[in-house]
């Protein structure tokens, strides 16, 4: 995949893991990127040491998409964990 599918890749992830936590997470359009390319990246790395399997095939893959998703929802899942954040709406 070129540069741009993976910015795209991210962004789109990034939305769907945000969406799918409960509560409001932190971060703009930048962040929400950069979390689901790390998603991908960490969703293909899990995958590959887990079942063997090359996750990030293709950007029109069902099981990229899978595999960043998740791996971004870990991601965000880890920030709140660590940094504290219950999502709390005030």
Same mark, same amino acid.
């Given at each position: 995949m070129g540069i741009l599918a993976w910015i *795209? *890749? +991210?962004l789109?992830? /990034?939305?769907?893991? &945000?969406a799918l936590m409960p509560g409001r997470q932190p971060g703009g359009i930048i962040v929400t990127t950069l979390l689901g390319i790390g998603g991908a990246l960490? +969703? /293909?790395?899990? /995958? &590959?040491?887990i079942f063997g399997v090359e996750? %990030?095939?293709g950007f029109f893959e069902l099981s @990229?998409? %899978?595999a960043a998703v %998740? +791996?971004? %929802?870990?991601?965000l899942f880890?920030?709140?964990l660590? @940094? +504290?954040r219950r999502g709390s709406r005030a």
């Open positions: *795209l *890749l +991210g789109l992830a /990034g939305l769907i893991a &945000k960490l +969703g /293909g790395w899990l /995958g &590959k040491v996750s %990030v095939d @990229t998409w %899978v %998740v +791996g971004a %929802v870990i991601i880890l920030y709140q660590f @940094t +504290g």
